[in-house]
C-alpha cells in the first residue's frame, strides 16, 4: 500500500482501530508515513480544521509505534499546525521549533526552512513580528534554492500580512503579487485565492477600491470551487471590511456576521474572536455604545485566554 492511501487511512480511523492498524502493518510505520500524514495536514489546513485534529491524532499515535527523529520532527511539525487551528499559538511555536530543529540535526534543511510557514503565522498572531519577519526572509533563500516556489509563495504572504499591520502596504503589495505569480505559475488555486484575497485587503488600504472589490470577486469565486471554507470566511471577513471602509455599515454587518458564523461553525476560535471585534468596532462607529461595550468586554476576555496580545 502506498504511504498516502495508508496515511488517509490512518487519519480517517477511529482511535482504537488505528492503534491496531499500527500494529498490525509496523512495516508500513516510519518516516515516510509521517512525512504523508503531515502532508494531508497541510492539504486540510486552510479548509477543514476537523480533519487537522484527526491528522494530529494519527501522528501522534505512529509516534508510539517508531520514535525515529524523523518521525518526531514531522509529528511536531503537524501538531504545530494543529496548535494554530485552535488558536494555541505559543504551544505552535514551540512545536515548530522542535520540528525545524529535528530537521536541521538530520541534515534536512528544506523541510526544517518548510515549517518556518508555519512558525511565521504563529509568531505574527503572537504579535512578535519582529521575530516573524526574520524567519520568513531566512526561509526564503533556502525554498528557492530547492525548488519549493509553493512554500516560498505561503512565506511572501504571511509577510505580506505582518508588513501590513504596520501600514507598510506598497510593501506588502510587493510580497502578496510575488506570491501569487508563484501559486499560479504551480498551478495552486487555493493558494492564489489567498493570495488574491491579500492583494484586494491591500489594494483597500491603498483606498483603490475598484481593484480591491476585483481582487475579493476572483478570491471569492475561486474558494467556493475549491471548498475553501476558512477562506471564504476569510473573504467576507475583508469584504465586509471594505464595505465599512466606503460607509456601507448594514453591507459590513452582513458580511462579518457571515464570517463570523462560518468560523464558529469550523471552531475556530481565534477568528470568531477577530469578527466579533470587528462587529463592536462598526457598532461603535454607529454610536450604538452598549452593543459596542458588550462585545468589546466578551472579546477582551477572549483574546486574553487565547494569548492574542496584539
Not at 487519519?11 to 515516510?32: G, H, P, Q, T, W
Not at 521549533?97 to 505574527?124: I, M, Y
Not at 475549491?226 to 452582513?254: C, P, Q, W
Not at 461553525?265 to 454607529?286: F, G, K, R, S
Request: proline share 1%; with cysteine.
Amino acid at each position: 500500500m502506498q504511504r498516502t492511501e495508508w496515511a488517509k487511512k490512518l487519519i480517517d480511523a477511529d482511535a482504537d482501530v488505528r492503534s491496531r492498524l499500527l500494529a498490525e502493518n509496523a512495516k508500513l510505520a516510519d518516516m515516510r508515513l509521517a512525512a504523508a500524514i503531515r502532508d494531508e495536514c497541510i492539504a486540510a489546513w486552510s479548509s477543514d480544521p476537523e480533519r487537522v485534529k484527526r491528522c494530529v491524532a494519527a501522528a501522534k499515535a505512529l509516534v508510539k509505534v517508531d520514535g525515529d527523529a524523523l518521525v518526531l520532527a514531522n509529528a511536531d511539525w503537524t501538531g504545530g499546525i494543529g496548535e494554530i487551528v485552535r488558536g494555541r499559538f505559543e504551544s505552535a511555536v514551540g512545536k515548530l521549533e522542535r520540528a525545524a530543529a529535528g530537521f536541521v540535526n538530520a541534515g534536512n534543511e528544506a523541510d526544517a526552512a518548510q515549517t518556518k510557514v508555519a512558525r511565521l503565522l504563529a509568531l505574527a498572531m503572537l504579535g512578535r513580528y519582529d521575530d516573524a519577519i526574520a524567519t520568513g526572509l531566512a526561509a526564503i533563500p533556502i525554498l528557492t534554492k530547492y525548488g519549493d516556489e509553493l512554500a516560498a509563495g505561503k512565506i511572501e504572504m504571511n509577510l505580506s500580512n505582518i508588513v501590513s499591520r504596520r501600514s507598510q502596504h506598497r510593501e506588502a503589495l510587493e510580497f502578496c503579487a510575488s506570491a501569487r505569480k508563484r501559486f499560479t505559475e504551480t498551478s495552486e488555486p487555493k493558494w492564489q485565492a489567498m493570495a488574491e484575497n491579500g492583494l484586494a485587503n491591500t489594494y483597500a488600504e491603498l483606498n483603490d477600491f475598484a481593484k480591491a472589490e476585483q481582487f475579493y470577486a476572483l478570491a471569492f469565486e475561486t474558494a467556493v470551487s475549491a471548498k475553501m471554507h476558512v477562506t471564504e470566511a476569510e473573504i467576507e471577513a475583508s469584504m465586509g471590511n471594505l464595505a465599512l471602509f466606503r460607509g456601507r455599515y448594514a453591507d459590513a454587518l452582513r458580511y462579518l456576521e457571515l464570517s463570523r458564523r462560518k468560523f464558529d461553525v469550523l471552531a475556530m476560535p481565534h477568528q470568531t474572536a477577530i469578527a466579533d471585534l470587528e462587529i463592536a468596532d462598526i457598532y461603535a462607529e454607529l454610536n450604538l455604545n452598549a452593543e459596542a461595550v458588550e462585545i468589546y468586554g466578551r472579546v477582551s476576555d477572549e483574546f486574553k485566554r487565547l494569548k492574542l496580545r496584539s
